[in-house]
C-alpha cells in the first residue's frame, strides 16, 4: 500500500533552533517525495522535491530509502516558518498521496 | 496572470440540495485534481483529470462528479449534498509530461463547505 505517514501533528520550537519534521512512507516502487507548505491565510505550495536536491528557505530534506523517510530539516528556525507542512509520494496514477501534515510552530 | 480560481470559497447549504463547486485555471495545464480535505486530516484526492473529456476517478470513493469540457474548467457536482459531505474541497492542476509524471501541483483556495 502506497501510504505517507507524519508521525508529528504539531513541532514548536524556538527561533534559531533546528527543526526536523518527520516523514515516512511505504512504496514499493522507486518513491518520488516532495514537501509542500501552507503559510496561515495562504494556498498550499510546494517547497521543495527530492530529485531536485535543492535547498529552499534554508530547507533540505534526504531520501533514505533504507529508512523509507524523508525528512525536513532547517539548521536555525525562524518565526516565518511557521506554517503546516505536508509530506506527498508521488502515486501510481500519476497523483500525490499526502501525509496528515505537521504544524510547525516558532516562537520568539 | 496565470492563477487557479476557486469558487465559492465558502458555501453553508441543506441537504438535498444539488450544488456544484467551480474551478478554473489559466496555467495553460492539461492535469488537473479534486482533493478532499477533512479538518486535520490529509488530503485525498476523489478526481482527476488528464484533459479535455478525461475524468478518473481518485483515492478517495466520492459520490460527486466532475466534468472537463474546456482545458481551464474543472466543475465538481454533488447532486444532494448531505451532512457527510462537509468538507474542504481543493483544486489543483499541473502540466503533463514535461520533467516527468510528478510536475508540481498548483493549488486553488479552496472551497469549504457545510452541508446542514
Known amino acids: 500500500a502506497q501510504r505517507v505517514t507524519q508521525p508529528e501533528k504539531l513541532l514548536s520550537v524556538f527561533k534559531g533552533a533546528p527543526v526536523e519534521l518527520k516523514c515516512n512512507y511505504s512504496y514499493s516502487g522507486s518513491p518520488e517525495l516532495f514537501w509542500y507548505v501552507q503559510y496561515s491565510r495562504q494556498r498550499l505550495q510546494l517547497l521543495l522535491r527530492?530529485?531536485s536536491r535543492e535547498s529552499i528557505k534554508g530547507f533540505t530534506a534526504d531520501l533514505n530509502k533504507g529508512e523509507t523517510s524523508f525528512h525536513l530539516k532547517k539548521p536555525f528556525a525562524q518565526e516565518e516558518d511557521s506554517a503546516m507542512y505536508y509530506c506527498?509520494?508521488?502515486?501510481?496514477?500519476?497523483?500525490?498521496?499526502f501525509g496528515k501534515g505537521t504544524k510547525l510552530s516558532v516562537k520568539p | 496572470e496565470a492563477d487557479i480560481y476557486q469558487t465559492p470559497r465558502y458555501l453553508v447549504i441543506g441537504t438535498g440540495k444539488k450544488i456544484t463547486l467551480e474551478c478554473s485555471q489559466t496555467?495553460?495545464?492539461?492535469?488537473m485534481y479534486w482533493y478532499q480535505q477533512d479538518p486535520g486530516m490529509e488530503l485525498h484526492l476523489i478526481h482527476y483529470?488528464?484533459?479535455?473529456?478525461s475524468t478518473e476517478k481518485g483515492d478517495l470513493s466520492s459520490e460527486s462528479t466532475v466534468s472537463r469540457i474546456r482545458t481551464e474548467h474543472f466543475p465538481l457536482t454533488l447532486e444532494s449534498a448531505r451532512p457527510s459531505h462537509t468538507s474542504q474541497y481543493l483544486c489543483a492542476s499541473s502540466e503533463w509530461g514535461r520533467g516527468g509524471v510528478y510536475n508540481e501541483q498548483f493549488f486553488g483556495p479552496g472551497t469549504r463547505l457545510t452541508v446542514l
Open positions: 496555467m495553460g495545464h492539461d492535469k
Open positions: 506527498a509520494l508521488g502515486g501510481s496514477q500519476g497523483n500525490l498521496i
Open positions: 483529470s488528464y484533459g479535455v473529456n
Open positions: 527530492h530529485i
